[in-house]
Nanobody, 125 residues
Framework: DVQLVESGGGSVQAGGPLRLSCAASGFTGSNNCMGWFRQTPGKEREGVAAIYTGGGHTECADSVKGRFTLSYNYGSHAMFLQMNSLKPEDTAKYYC???????????????????WGQGTQVTVS
């Protein structure tokens, strides 16, 4: 079974950094799509950033470009989201997601993803 486990959330002051990790297990194939999504109560889930694990291509939402950096360690099957210059509007529960990669995938659309972690809360004050 595919399992995704997030860690690294917490509370931070505006302007500060946090680093989220997603440990993945149970995957087959060398090229998948992994992403981070976030959601606040009463709002739709928002795609934050995504990476193609084979080639390293990344995409980020406009709201986080220049502040968030996504990376993937193929050896440990772990994905990392380095979040800098955090703003109160970044407060949300952050979810790790994964899906097999295919041509035409929309990596910031949650409809594309088969597997989800339980989420980790990020609070910026």
């Amino acid at each position: 079974d595919v399992q995704l486990v997030e860690s690294g959330g917490g509370s931070v002051q505006a302007g500060g950094p946090l680093r989220l990790s997603c440990a993945a297990s149970g995957f087959t194939g060398s090229n998948n799509c992994m992403g981070w999504f976030r959601q606040t109560p009463g709002k739709e889930r928002e795609g934050v950033a995504a990476i193609y694990t084979g080639g390293g291509h990344t995409e980020c939402a406009d709201s986080v470009k220049g502040r968030f950096t996504l990376s993937y360690n193929y050896g440990s099957h772990a994905m990392f989201l380095q979040m800098n210059s955090l703003k109160p509007e970044d407060t949300a529960k952050y979810y790790c997601a994964a899906a097999p990669l295919y041509p035409g995938i929309q990596p910031l659309s949650d409809d594309e993803y088969n597997y989800w972690g339980q989420g980790t809360q990020v609070t910026v004050s």
